[in-house]
Each structure stands twice: as C-alpha cells, then as structure tokens.
C-alpha cells in the first residue's frame, strides 16, 4: 500500500520542468481557495436562511475537524514526503505530521456540509474547489495521496455529524422556541382585547 501512495505522490508531485505558473496556481488553489470558499458561502448567507443553516454547519465542521486531525497527528504522527526524501517540497512545511491534510480535510469538510441545501449545485461546485485544493497539496510535495483520502473521508463524515447532531437539533429547538415566543404573544394579546371588551 505504501508503495502505491509512493508511486502516485511521483505521478502527481510537480517536477523541476513544470511551468511556473502552474506552480502560482497551485499556490494559490493550497492558501487561498479554501478561505474563499468560505467567503462565498458567507455572502450567500446574508440572503437566505438556509444558506445561514449551511454557514453555521461549515463552520462547526471545520472546527471539528481542526480539532480531530490535530489529535491524530499528536498520537500517530505520520511524516510528510519530505521525511522520506521523495518529490520536491515546494512550498516549506519541514518534516512535521502531515496525515491526514488538515487543508484537505476543511475544504471537504465546508463541500460536504452544503448538501443540507435543497440544490445539489452548490456542494457539487464546492467539491471540485476542495478536489483541486487536494491536488496543490500533492502537487506541492507536502502530503502524500493517501493523506488526501482520509482527509476527504473525514470531511464527509464530520460534516454529516456536525449537520445531525448539532445544526439540526439547534435549528429545531430555535424555531420551537420561536413558534412558543409567537403562541405566547397572541394569547397575551387575546387577553388585552378581552380585558378591553370586559371594561366596555
């Protein structure tokens, strides 16, 4: 297996003939991208109650899985390409844990979690930003592909139990709290039009 991810990390880990701009790209599409994404999803949000509902679930999924994929690394640390001498590591990240790709593992995580909106547009547009995220981080020589894989898994699945267990429980006990709010106004306003109508 670890020959496998060895053999694909060369295939797809940029070489010193690769065009510069590919390089920029990759760059770019490693730093910028998931934060854009975000950003986007963000500005979506300031018009739609749902895309709020998906706002919130992105944001708690990729705290969680910061969280999980600083535990795994502190308890089985496995090390980058650049621990084995392999590729060439473009962008510097030494040779610190690099399993599972915490940019990975966000991006796919905020992807999966807009598949509580009623299009699939959206999740499907923002899986191809977090697929190409997950190319850079090969390209550049600083994670192996396995790395990506466990990432994209750990982002579907954390954002599927971020959305269950806490956006939707919330959302539910939001709008039932704001439903009583409403049940209990128009009783207290029965009650003054009655007391008015007594004192008539």
Known sequence: ???LDF??????????SVPAWSLGFAEFSSNLLP???????????????????????????????WLIVNMIRAVAPIPR???????????????????????????????FALWCLPSRWPMLAAL????????SRVYL????????VAAAMLGALVSIVVERGVSRPLSLAVSSGAFVTRQRARMRMLRMRRASLNTD
Do not use: E, K
């Open 81 to 111: 390409p650049a621990f084995y001498g392999l590729g060439i590591q473009w962008v510097p990240q030494g040779v610190r844990p690099g399993f599972p790709s915490l940019h990975a593992a966000g991006t796919f995580a905020a992807a």
């Open 128 to 135: 191809l930003v977090a697929a190409v995220v997950a190319w």
């Open 35 to 65: 934060a854009l994404l975000t950003l986007a999803i963000g500005v979506c949000a300031l018009f739609s109650r749902r895309w709020r509902y998906a706002l919130f679930t992105v944001l708690m999924s990729v705290l969680a899985v």
């Open 1 to 3: 297996m670890q020959d």
């Open 141 to 148: 020589g600083l994670h192996f592909p396995s790395d990506i």
């Open 7 to 16: 053999a694909l990390f060369r295939l797809i880990n940029a070489g010193m």
